[in-house]
């Protein structure tokens, strides 16, 4: 039985073949794109491989312009602190993640922008109706954390860029990559930040940055890049641009193993939204989902309403062996737009893994710590 719900935090179990492939590094050696000797043309051939990988998961055609990173939270930030603000304002979707909240606020404190927040329903839905009066002309930047870590309500990204126009949109990718469908190229989207090690299934350590257009874009990184040796100046072109430093080229043979492992997800959907169903008709607990299971992810929270989450995460874990994480998940804002603040709620997060048994398993146990009450 899987009774790690905490897949947002990290994902656990990991695909075999994740195992596999660092090996295969391991005993082969070489680094990317600095040398001219057999392993470092395999391991440069692997890891353009899982840079046309993730191409097509988030559907562009344009590998050049996905641009490894060591997480979605350096990607953010290369894009945060290294955009050409004109205007110095930024709108942020309600949902957003202290990835993008810290580096915002240190701009803020340094007098470079203000930021505000799209109108939202009360579940964190971005309110399609009240923000068409926005004069997004006025910002330089739009953020949307594409789906929330804490109640997991997949934002309706495709309409909220034909909304905004030509100004430039940041898809934070970090929980919807490997789970939801993304379309850059038929969204039109400008940026989009992502990690290995969540729905993707990799290790920690790797994530990557689609970048459409890198003109109004400084690096935030510098240093070599085994092109252009001969100039102190980064690169222009990409991906050198913005790939200073040595790759995590172990942590890319990981995550090509878990991409081409093609892990199929275990659940049905169906049994997954019963589940919240029946969570939402127990006396003692909130459910934190979507409004409308159309936007609904395979994560949504709890808040005791008799108990303190870290008490509710301390007994599921010592009386069944259920994992989740308890408090605000480095989510400040997406709290205090759903009324959790500063107490937050207990996490669930799924991963494919996950059986229409352990999902039976986990409302059983819920409803026996609710009847306690």
């Keep these: 039985m899987n009774l790690y719900f905490d897949n947002s935090a990290t994902s656990f179990p990991k695909p075999p073949e994740v195992e596999i492939y660092i090996r295969e590094y391991l005993l082969q050696g070489g680094t990317y794109g600095r040398g001219a000797y057999n392993r470092v043309f395999l391991a440069s051939k692997r890891v353009e491989e899982t840079r046309n990988l993730i191409s097509n998961i988030i559907g562009t055609g344009l590998n050049s312009n996905i641009l490894f990173t060591f ?16 205007k110095g304002r930024v709108l942020i979707s309600p949902l957003e993640h202290n990835a993008v909240c810290r580096p915002l606020q240190h701009l803020k404190n340094l007098g470079v922008i ?32 594409h789906t929330s870590n804490v109640n997991g309500v997949i934002q309706p990204v495709s309409e909220i860029k034909e909304m905004i126009g030509s100004t430039p949109l940041l898809l934070d990718a970090s929980q919807s ?9 038929d969204w039109s989207i400008d940026y989009l930040a992502l990690t290995a090690h969540k729905g993707l299934m990799g290790p920690t350590g790797v994530g990557a ?15 070599g890049t085994g ?10 072109h990409l991906p050198d641009k ?14 090509y193993g878990a991409i081409t492992a093609n892990t199929e997800r275990q659940y049905s959907w169906t049994s997954f939204i019963s589940l919240l169903k029946e969570l939402n008709k127990l006396r003692n607990l909130k459910l934190l989902a979507a409004n409308n299971a159309d936007y609904q992810s395979d994560v949504f929270s709890i808040k005791p309403l008799v108990q303190s989450v870290s008490d509710l995460s301390r007994v599921l874990y010592q009386n069944y062996g259920i994992e989740t994480r308890s408090g605000l998940h480095c989510s400040p804002l997406a709290h205090q737009t759903l009324g959790t603040f500063p107490d937050g709620t207990v996490r669930f997060s799924l991963s494919k893994y996950h059986t229409d048994n352990d999902l039976e398993f986990l409302l059983n146990c819920l409803v026996k710590e609710n009847e306690k009450r």
């Design 71 to 86: 997480n979605s939270t350096s990607a953010l930030n290369t894009v945060i602190k290294g955009f050409n603000y004109k």
């Design 114 to 145: 203000e930021f505000d927040i799209l109108p939202h329903c009360s579940d964190g839905l971005v309110d399609l109706i009240s923000s068409k009066s926005i004069e997004f002309d006025q910002y330089d930047l739009v953020i949307v954390n």
């Design 177 to 185: 990559v490997g789970k939801t469908e993304i379309r850059v190229d």
């Design 209 to 223: 940055l689609f970048v459409r257009n890198s003109d109004s874009l400084s690096p935030f990184i510098h240093g």
């Design 227 to 236: 092109s252009l040796s001969e100039s102190f100046e980064m690169p222009e």
């Design 242 to 255: 913005f790939e200073a430093g040595t790759p995590n080229i172990l942590g890319i043979y990981g995550l």
